[in-house]
Antibody
Framework: EVQLVESGGGLVQPGGSLRLSCAAS????????MHWVRQAPGKGLVWVSR????????SHADSVKGRFTISRDNTKNTLYLQMNSLRAEDTAVYYC??????????WGPGTLVTVSS | DIQMTQSPSSLSASVGDRVTITCRAS??????LGWYQQTPGKAPKRLIY???SLQSGVPSRFSGSGSGTEFTLTISSLQPEDFATYSC?????????FGGGTKVDLK
């Protein structure tokens, strides 16, 4: 059974940093591209970042470019999102998701990040 | 960036109704589109990929159609568990972009 479980969310002050993790199991993690998608309270889904299966290529939304970095450790079956210079508008539930046939298929339950003083 | 315009933003329907939701892309995206269902407090669930392919395990009352710039998600006979928010996602080019969502509630 495919499982994705995010962790690392919490309350952080504006300008602070946080690293999210996503533990994967039930599939061969190293074969799949992975994504981060976020959802602000009461709002729609917004794509954040994606990384190629071997980690050799990444893409980020303009709103997080230069502040967020997606990475992965295929030996640990874990996806990461390093978030620096956090802003109030980064407050959201962050989901990790596996890509299959071009779009995310399985998603984790999400982890809440709150940026507030 | 490719804009995805989804309509309607909300609709009220009854069990057994046929429901249609539309997404329009600001430029052609071939069939690089997925449809997702989300209930409050839960992660999205993919229903359709490649515009018209049914995700494994998803009931056949869900169907998708379209190509290029106009896409449709149809629920042939709405069931109680289908009251949720539905969103489209284009993956033709980065950044990936979602439609604004359609909330389906009980009439």
């Amino acid at each position: 059974e495919v499982q994705l479980v995010e962790s690392g969310g919490g309350l952080v002050q504006p300008g602070g940093s946080l690293r999210l993790s996503c533990a994967a199991s039930g599939f061969t993690f190293s074969n799949y591209w992975m994504h981060w998608v976020r959802q602000a309270p009461g709002k729609g889904l917004v794509w954040v970042s994606r990384i190629k299966s071997d980690g050799s290529s990444t893409s980020h939304a303009d709103s997080v470019k230069g502040r967020f970095t997606i990475s992965r450790d295929n030996t640990k079956n874990t996806l990461y999102l390093q978030m620096n210079s956090l802003r109030a508008e980064d407050t959201a539930v962050y989901y990790c998701a596996r890509e299959k046939y071009g779009s995310p298929d399985y998603w984790g339950p999400g982890t809440l990040v709150t940026v507030s003083s | 960036d490719i804009q995805m315009t989804q309509s309607p933003s909300s609709l009220s329907a009854s069990v057994g109704d046929r429901v249609t939701i539309t997404c329009r892309a600001s430029q052609g995206i071939r069939n690089d589109l997925g449809w997702y269902q989300q209930t409050p407090g839960k992660a999205p669930k993919r229903l359709i990929y490649a515009a018209s392919s049914l995700q494994s395990g998803v009931p056949s009352r869900f169907s998708g159609s379209g190509s290029g710039t106009e896409f449709t998600l149809t629920i042939s006979s709405l069931q109680p568990e289908d009251f949720a928010t539905y969103s489209c996602l284009q993956h033709n080019s980065y950044p990936l972009t979602f439609g604004g969502g359609t909330k389906v509630d009980l009439k």
